[in-house]
């Protein structure tokens, strides 16, 4: 029964390990957000966050007052990225037509 117990408790984990999905980015890449979406850089160190967004793809194409809105010029995405204290406190996208 021993031998069952350890069969089982083997295959179940092979088969478990086939389901992790590696989630490391890409080097040079942040570990959040995407070339579409910047929304998870909500709430972010505007500082540090910055070259995480550039390193996305984004450009940085106007400013009023502590707002700033970015534009993937490959994707076409927009965003909207109002800075309150140091972070990111809003993380809007747009349309394109917005940038």
Known sequence: MTYRLLFACALATATLSGCLEDSEPAAGMPAVGSSTDLTAFQGARAGQ??????????????????TTWWFNRETGACAQITTSDGRYSSVVMLPAQDC
Do not use: F
């Not at 966050?49 to 502590?66: D, F, H, N, P, V």
């Open 49 to 66: 966050a910055e070259m995480g967004i550039q390193a996305l793809g984004y450009t940085a194409i106007r400013s009023k007052g502590l």
